[in-house]
């Protein structure tokens, strides 16, 4: 059994997945501040749906972002952990790319998501290739949304940061787009190949210009 999972937005969503990609049993909740409560207990309700164990699973799949720290630290810690203790493979998938693929649009299509101090997380794809995967063509990136909105111009674009941005980004208000990563859509990708996988690490990202903290800073007196 294939289990998948993605932490790396405001939701946290769950799948159990036979090998060729026949979904069993998946859940999603949105809670940005909840990662850590809500990831085990959907894991452990996947399983039982399934009438299955932790012992029947034979491959974790997890999304590695880009997103914030905490919640993208919650399902690789949980996806790594697990597979070292089952001794079963785990791999990643790139968040942006999960997004892409549930994007129902014919043709090139952009995901842009929420990275927090008013900036997106954001990447460019293809049309939908004879399989149904999606070749990323540029990204993942992060940018404040007015300084990618030429790069983004003219296509459909998916994922909350066009909710969050939608003036910045030239969009009108769409109650159509899909915000948040499908673990149903991460099982099936990577059962089926249409999905790429990369190592299950952390995918952080900041802009080039941001600098990184000197250290802490004395308070007595000098």
């Known amino acids: 059994m294939l289990l998948a999972f993605d932490t790396s937005s405001a939701a946290v969503t769950v799948a159990l997945a036979t090998p060729t990609g026949e979904v069993l049993a ?3 909740t949105v809670d940005a501040l909840r990662h850590g409560e809500l990831l085990a207990p959907a894991i452990a309700a996947a399983l039982a749906t399934a009438g299955c164990t932790p012992r029947d699973l034979t491959k974790i799949a997890v999304g590695v972002g880009p997103g914030p720290f905490t919640g993208l630290r919650v399902g690789l810690v949980t996806a790594r952990t697990m ?3 089952l001794g079963i493979e ?14 129902p649009v014919e043709q090139p ?3 842009a998501t ?10 460019l794809y293809d049309s ?5 995967s999606r070749r990323r063509i540029e990204g993942p990136a992060v940018d404040r ?10 296509l459909p674009i998916t994922g909350r940061g066009v909710t969050l941005y939608a003036e910045a980004l030239g969009r009108g208000p769409s109650a159509e787009v899909i915000e948040y990563p499908s673990a149903e859509v991460l099982a099936v ?5 249409t999905l790429p996988t990369v190592l299950p690490d952390p995918l952080y990202l900041r802009r080039p210009d941001v600098t990184m903290s000197g250290g802490p800073k004395s308070v007595l007196p000098t």
Do not use: F
């Not at 785990?90 to 994007?103: E, K």
């Not at 990708?189 to 190949?193: H, K, L």
């Open 26 to 28: 998946s859940s999603s």
């Open 114 to 123: 929420d990275a927090r101090r008013k900036e997106i997380y954001w990447a």
């Open 128 to 132: 939908p290739a004879e399989d149904g």
């Open 189 to 193: 990708g990577v059962a089926t190949g």
């Open 90 to 103: 785990v791999v990643g998938v790139c968040s942006l790319d999960i997004l892409a693929l549930q994007s």
């Open 83 to 85: 597979a070292d203790v």
């Open 109 to 111: 299509v952009a995901v």
């Open 145 to 154: 949304p007015a300084d990618v909105a030429h790069v983004l111009a003219g």
